[in-house]
């Protein structure tokens, strides 16, 4: 697996916090994530609830267009967390 080379990785050393308390606050941030992923595709969205809008039919589309970025918004920061994550284990005393 190779890791995003654009992220800023902390140096794991005696002096700062462990590799393996840093991976569990990294792997806890990435499910908290997951599950507000999980809650997005859960919403249901509806044409009947856009057919009156002022933008007309055009308002559905871009509605769904707008969940889908919100989700790849997110997909994108879970996957930096799970990076961030794999790098600490590499360091983890467990």
Partial sequence: ???????????????????????????KAYSAVSKAVEALHQ???????????????AALGKALEQARKRVERLDAVAQELMDMAVHCDKYAKD
Avoid: K, V
């Fill in 1 to 27: 697996m190779e890791l995003n080379p654009n992220l800023i990785y902390p140096i794991i050393h005696s002096n700062g916090t462990s590799g393996s308390d840093l991976r569990e606050q990294y792997r």
């Fill in 43 to 57: 919403i249901d969205t509806n044409g009947r609830d856009y057919y009156c809008h002022p933008l007309g039919t």
